[in-house]
């Protein structure tokens, strides 16, 4: 069965719009609850939202299929995407929901899915809810007098606060430090100055006041220009900006540049190697992490196990091979000494009490390996359509990877969420690499017409 619903981080659309409807929330919440209904214990799920105008609208329509099944709901609010994965599993529910669409402008939303261990579930569970969100699900329903009840937690960012705290060591403190924290006016407005304040930092607040239509605009982890230059206006150390759902981040130094995901998992994974935290002796990364950061690793090493696009999959190999450090490029960052899945808030502390314990300025310690030429295109193509099936797109492809000959490598994809074929190349040689970046591109482009 095709996936009609889910994509690569749940359900995502423009809110209003299918698939991101009232309709299609009911549907979501009556067969997920009906799927996690196992047992005879009172069932409960928890669902948490960030700050979009449109979770008034998803968050009721949840709440109805939910209690529909019988379930209990535990509604905490706005709240970071990894919280409501770790009140799930800590709150002993059956099933967790974070209404969100992440880094995306606020006209879109979302629906992503957490099993009762707070880890996201899987492509077959999700296709098992598809088909439950086909079929007629009224023979389901549960008698009037075993409905569900729905419930605010009240303290629900207080146990997260506390949580995120404890997993730096009592002996780390941030005194002294002057931090520039952007929040794009997202899911961590509340909670992430207060982790900040309370370790004893000085922070200096950007994107904390959400009105429902600002989340990520102009702000967050996907904008960064607006962190770098107050750092640099207010004389900070360090910047830390999130995302909308606070799951991934992205920090700057006190010279206003920038420190992507694979600079932060490469300064964390040698540090954890040197002090005997790191299990695995490896980080596993995405296809898209820089070659730079694997060859940084293998000198300390250390291997780079790559996996496809999508935190979920870092999260799958990580435990399949018993792994403590995972991430993109992107600022997804996954410590699963603490948290199911990526927490923006939590990896920038863990990078924070790396350099704490350092001497020097954040530009001179944060920047641990020297990337090579990177170049992304997108190329956009008819849907229905298979360029990469066609057999001068795939000699293109092939040419390119023999050209490279060892001194880089070509990675083509597909969007999981658009008709786009991402076209990407890296090496020693930038001409090179940009070479055969438009190569590629000109050839996907003369297929897809």
Not at 87 to 105: C, F, Y
Not at 133 to 158: C, F, H, Q, W, Y
Not at 215 to 228: E, L, R
């Amino acid at each position: 069965m095709s996936r009609k619903y889910f994509g690569t981080d749940g359900i995502r659309g423009t809110a209003n719009t299918a698939p991101m409807t009232a309709d299609v929330a009911l549907k979501v919440g009556m067969a997920a609850g009906h799927y996690f209904t196992r047992g005879n214990h009172r069932h409960k799920v928890v669902i948490g939202k960030d700050t979009r105008l449109s979770g008034y609208m998803l968050e009721p329509a949840l709440v109805a299929g939910f209690t529909s099944m019988g379930m209990d709901v535990m509604l905490v609010g706005p709240m970071p995407t990894p919280a409501v994965a770790m009140l799930t599993k800590s709150m002993r529910a059956d099933i967790g929901v974070m209404i969100s669409a992440s880094h995306n402008p606020f006209q879109d939303n979302g629906i992503k899915l957490f099993g009762p261990d707070g880890f996201k579930l899987s492509d077959e569970v999700e296709l098992e809810i598809e088909e439950l969100m086909e079929s007629d699900l009224s023979s389901k329903l549960v008698p009037a007098n075993s409905l569900g009840r729905a419930k605010r937690i009240d303290d629900a960012p207080g146990r997260y606060i506390e949580a995120v705290k404890s997993s730096l060591p009592g002996t780390v403190s941030l005194e002294g430090m002057r931090i520039v924290l952007d929040c794009a006016n997202g899911a961590g407005y509340s909670v992430a100055p207060k982790v900040l304040r309370e370790l004893g930092a000085e922070v200096i607040e950007i994107g904390t006041s959400p009105n429902g239509l600002n989340i990520n605009d102009k702000c967050g982890s996907t904008y960064t220009k607006t962190m770098c230059d107050r750092v640099l206006a207010e004389k900070a150390d360090v910047g830390i900006a999130l995302d909308g759902d606070a799951d991934r981040v992205q920090m700057c130094d006190e010279k206003g540049q920038l420190i992507d995901g694979d600079q932060l998992m490469g300064l964390v994974t040698t540090h954890w190697k040197r002090t005997g935290q790191l299990r695995g002796n490896a980080l596993v990364a995405t296809v898209m992490s820089n070659l730079g950061l694997e060859r940084y690793l293998e000198s300390n090493d250390v291997r780079l196990i790559r996996t496809k696009v999508g935190d979920r999959y870092v999260v799958e190999q990580m435990r399949a091979l018993d792994c403590n450090v995972g991430g993109e490029q992107s600022g997804h960052i996954v410590l699963s000494d603490f948290a199911s899945t990526g927490d923006g808030l939590l990896a920038g502390l863990q990078v924070l009490a790396v350099l704490a314990s350092r001497e020097g300025r954040v530009s001179e310690m944060s920047r641990v390996f020297e990337p090579l030429p990177q170049i992304l295109k997108n190329v956009r193509y008819p849907a229905g359509s298979d360029p990469l099936s066609d057999s001068s797109v795939i000699e293109a492809i092939s040419s390119a990877e023999k050209a490279f000959d060892g001194d880089g490598r070509v990675l083509i994809r597909k969007s999981g969420t658009e008709p786009l074929i991402r076209v990407m190349a890296e090496g020693d040689d930038a001409l090179k690499v940009e070479q055969i970046v438009d190569g590629i591109v000109a050839q996907i482009t003369a297929v897809a017409g």
